[in-house]
């Protein structure tokens, strides 16, 4: 049942008036949430033909790596999380992408690259689909990636995609490759036009017919790593056949009687559970009694956080006692004094390019996906002889030598992905993700405490008014909270403004696994995002 702030956030009576959320999509069989709506088609589509949760993820993943180039693609990398329901254990794979052999730190001696060759990292995405599929597939592989070759033949690209593609025209006409796609004849793809692929359908047919080898090896990595070499990259085919990604142990903290997990470092999933660490300050009666003052709560654990957690994220060789510093209580003291005395804050700057999906089914086991190319179109380099559009994951390091995070040949950066399962009495609760840079811990940190503090539904916990840290460092407030709510934040040391953007404020998915063993999912309106179960 809703708390009594919950009728009183819907009504207006606590100083927010929220639009009538949508209701959840229910299901009992499976349910998929996923940025677009082919995806979460392509999803549902494998596991009603007998697949597993990781089967229909795969099918999904692939689909949004076509369809949402501006966030993801087979040239980006990844962050899973995988609830095993004969074990009842949580799984974590890294497949975040490595530094090539070349990026010495000499290399980069005056500074890291956000576009062109120089800037991607050795993609992870499709290692991570073959170590998923090894592990918890049923489907064989060659028939998980059917409709991803079907739409790079030919789709109808989104109004979201367009939209990028208009804003980022220069950049894009700057690269021969991403020019001859989105800018064909220099005029940029309209939203409804048909966008086709046929390098990257090509690329698609090689990884169904032989598997990951079908990119990390042969034609697929020939073409790549003679691209690369022709303009002036460092990902070599030697790169590309030696990489793996990582099974790890999941983080987590209890939060409220929760189970939190997330990935960790080089995640920032760490810096959500040390915002909730933060939060816990305050009873829930306490901290949920005023909006404006939870809000500027929330903020001060979002600052408290990212200055002392970050410099703690880096390749977890570089790093190995990261875990247990951010999560000692120590330090979970130092972020609740942070919560609660008023003192110097922060501007924390952010940046997006990103998409994520959810999968969970009857047979109790789920799948949580986040993938990006870091930035918006990543590199904005794109290789024509596979279709393959780069990541601008090296701009995740730092150039200064002699830090955790620094540059250095076959190091994993510091990264923003952070997929999230919340268990409760060792039962999986929920499960949840955001795209949106550094904010992806401050969108979700939001939503699991409206769902946890205030007992919101999925859907009206995605939907509710909400506030993101900006490129520049202030905190935005979404046009539909009041005015009155910035003289109380401003007190509480905040440099906060309303914001008619709705870029930074992410687009969050969730499903619950309901008492019954249902699932309620819901996807954010902000952004194009689909939900769907049967």
Same mark, same amino acid.
């Given at each position: 049942?809703?708390?009594?702030?919950?009728?009183?956030?819907?009504?207006?009576?606590?100083?927010?008036?929220?639009?009538?959320?949508?209701?959840?999509?229910?299901?009992?069989?499976?349910?998929?949430?996923?940025?677009?709506?082919?995806?979460? %088609?392509? !999803?549902?589509?494998?596991?009603?033909?007998?697949?597993?949760?990781? +089967? &229909?993820?795969?099918?999904?993943?692939?689909?949004?790596?076509?369809?949402?180039?501006?966030?993801?693609?087979?040239?980006?990398?990844?962050?899973?999380?995988?609830?095993?329901?004969?074990?009842? =254990?949580?799984?974590?794979?890294?497949?975040?992408?490595?530094?090539?052999?070349?990026?010495?730190?000499? =290399?980069? &001696?005056?500074?890291?690259?956000?576009?062109?060759?120089?800037?991607?990292?050795?993609?992870?995405?499709?290692?991570?689909?073959?170590?998923?599929?090894?592990?918890? !597939?049923? %489907?064989?592989?060659?028939?998980?990636?059917?409709?991803?070759?079907?739409?790079?033949? @030919?789709?109808?690209?989104?109004?979201?995609? *367009?939209?990028?593609?208009?804003?980022?025209? *220069?950049?894009?006409?700057?690269?021969?490759?991403?020019?001859?796609?989105?800018?064909?004849?220099?005029?940029?793809?309209?939203?409804?036009?048909?966008?086709?692929?046929?390098?990257?359908?090509?690329?698609?047919?090689?990884?169904?017919?032989?598997?990951?080898?079908?990119?990390?090896?042969?034609?697929?990595? =020939?073409?790549?790593?003679?691209?690369?070499?022709?303009?002036?990259?460092?990902?070599?085919?030697? +790169?590309?056949?030696?990489?793996?990604?990582?099974?790890?142990?999941?983080?987590?903290?209890?939060?409220?009687?929760?189970?939190?997990?997330?990935?960790?470092?080089?995640?920032?999933?760490?810096?959500?559970?040390?915002?909730?660490?933060?939060?816990?300050?305050?009873?829930?009666?306490?901290?949920?009694? +005023?909006?404006?003052?939870?809000? @500027?709560?929330?903020?001060?654990?979002?600052?408290? $956080?990212?200055?002392?957690?970050?410099?703690?994220?880096?390749?977890?060789? $570089?790093?190995?006692?990261?875990?247990?510093?951010?999560?000692?209580?120590?330090?979970?003291?130092?972020?609740?004094?942070?919560?609660? !005395?008023?003192?110097?804050?922060?501007?924390?700057?952010?940046?997006?390019?990103?998409?994520?999906?959810?999968?969970?089914?009857?047979?109790?086991?789920?799948?949580?996906?986040?993938?990006?190319?870091?930035?918006?179109?990543?590199?904005?380099?794109?290789?024509?002889?596979?279709?393959?559009?780069?990541?601008? =994951?090296?701009?995740?390091?730092?150039?200064?030598?002699?830090?955790?995070?620094?540059?250095?040949?076959?190091?994993?950066?510091?990264?923003?992905?952070?997929?999230?399962?919340?268990?409760?009495?060792?039962?999986?609760?929920?499960?949840?993700?955001?795209?949106?840079?550094?904010?992806?811990?401050?969108?979700?940190?939001?939503?699991?405490?409206?769902?946890?503090? +205030?007992?919101?539904?999925?859907?009206?916990?995605?939907?509710?008014?909400?506030?993101?840290?900006?490129?520049?460092?202030?905190?935005?407030?979404?046009?539909?909270?009041?005015?009155?709510?910035?003289?109380?934040?401003?007190?509480?040391?905040?440099?906060?403004?309303? $914001?008619?953007?709705?870029?930074?404020?992410?687009?969050?998915?969730?499903?619950?696994? %309901?008492?019954?063993?249902?699932?309620?999912?819901?996807?954010?309106?902000?952004?194009?995002?689909?939900?769907?179960?049967?």
């Amino acid at each position: 049942m809703a708390s009594d702030a919950t009728q009183q956030l819907k009504s207006g009576r606590a100083g927010i008036s929220l639009r009538e959320p949508r209701s959840p999509v229910y299901g009992s069989r499976a349910m998929i949430v996923s940025g677009h709506q082919t995806a979460s %088609l392509a !999803g549902i589509g494998m596991h009603r033909r007998g697949g597993s949760a990781v +089967d &229909a993820m795969i099918a999904a993943s692939a689909t949004l790596a076509v369809v949402l180039g501006h966030a993801t693609s087979l040239g980006g990398d990844c962050f899973m999380l995988y609830h095993d329901a004969a074990s009842g =254990r949580v799984f974590g794979l890294n497949a975040s992408g490595v530094a090539p052999q070349g990026a010495t730190p000499e =290399r980069f &001696a005056d500074g890291m690259k956000g576009q062109g060759p120089l800037a991607p990292v050795v993609p992870g995405l499709v290692r991570a689909w073959e170590a998923m599929h090894r592990r918890f !597939g049923h %489907l064989p592989w060659s028939e998980l990636f059917t409709e991803a070759i079907e739409l790079a033949e @030919g789709h109808p690209i989104s109004a979201v995609l *367009a939209q990028r593609i208009a804003d980022s025209r *220069a950049t894009l006409a700057a690269d021969p490759g991403c020019a001859q796609l989105y800018l064909p004849g220099g005029r940029p793809v309209a939203a409804g036009e048909t966008l086709r692929q046929p390098a990257l359908a090509a690329t698609l047919r090689r990884i169904a017919n032989e598997g990951a080898e079908g990119f990390y090896q042969g034609e697929t990595a =020939r073409s790549i790593a003679s691209y690369m070499a022709e303009r002036g990259g460092l990902m070599t085919a030697a +790169d590309l056949a030696s990489y793996a990604p990582l099974w790890v142990e999941p983080a987590s903290t209890n939060y409220r009687g929760h189970r939190v997990l997330v990935m960790p470092p080089n995640s920032y999933g760490v810096l959500l559970l040390m915002q909730l660490n933060g939060l816990k300050a305050l009873e829930r009666p306490a901290l949920i009694a +005023d909006p404006a003052r939870r809000m @500027g709560y929330q903020m001060r654990a979002m600052k408290a $956080a990212f200055e002392n957690g970050v410099p703690l994220i880096a390749d977890p060789r $570089a790093m190995p006692d990261a875990l247990d510093q951010a999560l000692s209580p120590s330090m979970t003291e130092a972020l609740q004094q942070a919560v609660m !005395g008023p003192g110097p804050q922060p501007r924390i700057s952010d940046r997006a390019g990103t998409s994520c999906l959810m999968v969970a089914d009857a047979a109790g086991n789920a799948v949580c996906v986040v993938q990006s190319v870091f930035g918006v179109f990543g590199s904005f380099f794109r290789d024509p002889g596979t279709g393959i559009l780069f990541n601008n =994951r090296m701009a995740g390091f730092t150039h200064a030598p002699g830090k955790p995070n620094s540059v250095a040949p076959g190091k994993r950066p510091a990264h923003t992905l952070c997929p999230i399962m919340v268990q409760r009495d060792g039962r999986l609760r929920y499960v949840l993700a955001s795209p949106g840079g550094l904010s992806q811990t401050v969108t979700n940190t939001q939503v699991l405490g409206r769902l946890i503090d +205030d007992g919101l539904d999925v859907a009206a916990a995605v939907e509710a008014p909400r506030w993101c840290n900006s490129s520049s460092g202030e905190c935005l407030l979404e046009p539909e909270l009041p005015e009155s709510f910035l003289p109380v934040l401003q007190a509480m040391g905040h440099e906060a403004r309303r $914001a008619e953007d709705g870029f930074y404020y992410g687009s969050a998915k969730a499903i619950e696994i %309901l008492p019954s063993g249902n699932f309620a999912g819901a996807a954010d309106h902000r952004r194009e995002a689909f939900a769907l179960g049967y």
